[in-house]
């Protein structure tokens, strides 16, 4: 199950990802917002983050204009590894490295069919652990 939220500035690519999703049989819960109309990320950042903390959904994805404002208000929920991804290298190190449990996606500067790509490493790429491990808990400490 995959958390999505976004602001106004990223309800466009949050739509694109959930068809794309749902064309991929994964199942998803949108925690907002539902239109283009103003309103402000840290609410639908936090609403996406707690339902990945809380263990109700095992991954999530954030979408605002730049990605920036929504990953930080994402990150500040405890147990929340939010990644700012713009490309698809990143989002498989991210994955590997930082065994992040969040994406967040820039939908002012990400097209949908990049935006797809990252959004695949994302959901397929594997934590390394050994010394990511380490460095991973102590966050978490
Ligand atoms: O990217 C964002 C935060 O990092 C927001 O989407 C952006 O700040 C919204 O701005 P505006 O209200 O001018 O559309």
């Known amino acids: ?10 309800y466009s690519l949050k739509e694109h990802i959930k068809a794309y999703l749902e064309a991929k049989g994964i ?17 639908f950042g936090r609403a996406a983050a707690e339902a990945v903390a809380s263990g109700e959904c095992e991954r ?12 930080i208000a ?14 698809l290298l990143s989002a498989q190190l991210t994955r ?7 994406l ?7 097209g949908p069919f990049e935006a797809e790509h990252i959004v695949d490493a994302f959901l ?11 460095r991973v808990n102590a966050i978490e400490e």
């Not at 199950?1 to 990223?10: F, R, T, V």
């Not at 954030?62 to 404002?69: D, E, L, P």
């Not at 590997?96 to 969040?102: D, S, Y």
Request: aromatic residues 6%; proline residues 1%.
């Open 27 to 43: 199942a998803f819960k949108d925690f907002g917002t539902h239109s283009t109309d103003s309103c402000d990320y840290p609410e």
């Open 96 to 102: 590997r490295h930082n065994n992040a449990n969040m």
């Open 124 to 134: 397929t790429t594997a934590f390394e652990g050994g010394r990511h491990e380490r």
């Open 1 to 10: 199950m995959i958390a999505l939220g976004s602001d106004h500035g990223g």
């Open 74 to 87: 994402a990150n500040k929920v405890h147990g929340v590894r939010c990644a700012l991804c713009r490309d």
């Open 60 to 71: 999530g994805i954030v979408v605002c204009t730049t990605g920036i404002g929504i990953s």
């Open 104 to 110: 967040a996606l820039a939908g002012g500067f990400t």
